[in-house]
């Protein structure tokens, strides 16, 4: 393969034979940097499924907000609906190879590959069908607040009936030896599993242990298997990995053949899984062949209402060799309540994550203006931004002094976000800025954080109000309470959350004092939280040791 333009290799698991202009060398051409990203993930995938072999892609794009068609069953169809346009064309070569016993006939073989449309954020809600699921959106998008107070009482039952019993784990694999020796290679690589690119806390994590294998001197190659227009794919940590946005539904052949050619073309020399279902599924599979690599996984957030991943990783707990986890909630929850070994867990803590910029302490309370309340994350269901604006509107009618809020973030509830600050009558005292801009801005002219999610892991935002010297108002999820002064962790439930936090923050403005106290408990807690294991230092020991 060529080199791109701003001197990023190309992974080398295919070359280019021939184009019809679309730029994959990074060169310019008919798609952008993102579009040409996936369509690289895609040749991946295809090049490594079917070692030595030629493909032809015709290459397609939809309508903004629609998905990528990369790896699925429909790329072996060669029409398309009436609103997709052809870019263009191009014809590469597996460069993968494998013994004689499993190669492939030397065919050409015809793929239609779908780059989906520009990112578009839509709600969940909005995708509901039928009677049941307009009625479920338009009572969701009318009443967001009494909505959401009767998740909360289904959260409470599901809750009660999941500590009640241990999840069920599958069978060890016994196998000391696979029928598939260790290649000789000298392209180490961990192998990644995510949940997909776009902003989030767990991908944040992700992306960094990505750039620290890199940095190991190791191939990152990276696997998604949630639909998504994968917005971070242009992050530099993925510029030397090998990146597979996996769509679905993949034939079972192709998913035997892709992990077989991924096997066969690296040695891999570990497994780190960062929330992806379709891995964790295949890990029976892979230790019935593989036995030697070992396995990881980052535990971040346990989920009442399906589960989650906690509970995958549970069940999938005899073919992983260590379950990393960032608090204490969630060692506690594995160990105590679903009997995992005390030795197979691993605390080690994201304090210092994303604290970097955050080097000056939040503005004093002493400084002129308005008492300002912010919220920074992204404008989901489970972070119930319109929980916050309910709490703003509550505190413009009964704050003892002028009060201004700032909302930064985005996300699939942006329009919902900006119809209620003007339903509510917030406008003229509510500013919503974008993740373009610096959340060390926003902590800096911050005098109190709110955190109103619905459910947490231990929120990387904390640790960035905590070094601003910005008190945290939080619901008590989690494992918050490890951070978060104690009079300042509030109910889940929506009205009480609202009751109590406005409580807080009135407290806040006419007690200077009160505010001391509550910052001063909360750096307690974070100073003895940072002599906890940090989680840079874990996984940097751990890929080391997988090199020897």
Known sequence: MTEKA??????????LLDESGIGLDGAGGLLDERERRLLVGAANFHALAGPGRTFRFTVLRGPDGTLPSLTDTACHQIDWKDDREVVGSLVVRSLVH???????????????????????????????????????????????????????????????????????????????RGTMARRPSTKRAVLFGLHWLELGGAERWALETVRMASEAGMVPIVLTDRPSTHPWIERPELDDAVVVPLTHPISPEQESAFLNGLLSAYDVRGVHLHHCTWLYERLPWLKSV????PVVDSLHILEWRTGGFVDIAVRMSNMIDKHHVISPQLRDYLIGRQGVEPDK???????????????????????????????????????????????????????????????????????????????????????????????????????????????EGL???????????????STDVGSQASLIADDLLCPRHPFPFVRTAAERLRAMMTSPDQRKTWVDEQAVKAEAFAKLPDARTWTRDLYEGWLT
């Open 345 to 455: 867990v691993e605390l080690a803590t994201l304090a210092n994550l994303t604290t970097a910029d955050i080097d000056r302490p939040g503005r004093a309370q002493e400084a002129s203006g308005p008492f300002t309340v912010s919220f920074v994350g992204r404008f989901t269901q489970q972070k119930r931004p319109y929980l916050f604006l309910q709490l703003a509107a509550e505190l413009r009618a009964t704050a003892p002094g002028p009060v201004r809020f700032v909302m930064h973030g985005d996300g699939e509830l942006a329009g919902e976000v900006m119809a209620r600050r003007a339903r509510l009558g917030l406008s003229d005292v509510l500013e919503v800025r974008g993740p373009d801009q610096p959340v060390a801005r926003t902590l800096a002219e911050t005098d109190a954080l709110v955190i109103s999610s619905d459910n």
């Open 6 to 15: 701003d001197n990023v290799k190309l992974p080398k698991t295919f070359e």
């Open 459 to 473: 929120t990387l935002t904390s640790f960035e109000a905590t070094a601003a010297g910005v008190p945290v108002v």
């Open 98 to 176: 494998t013994t004689a016993k499993f190669s492939p006939s030397d065919g050409l073989v015809d793929l239609v590959v779908d780059v989906g449309g520009a990112p578009q954020t839509t709600s969940a809600y909005d995708q509901l069908t039928g009677l049941l699921g307009r009625a479920r959106r338009t009572a969701r998008f009318l009443a967001p607040v009494q909505f959401d107070a009767l998740r909360q009482f289904r959260t409470d039952v599901v809750e009660r009936r999941h500590r009640s019993r241990p999840v069920p784990r599958k069978a060890p694999v016994r196998l000391t």
């Open 290 to 293: 593989r036995p030697d690599i």
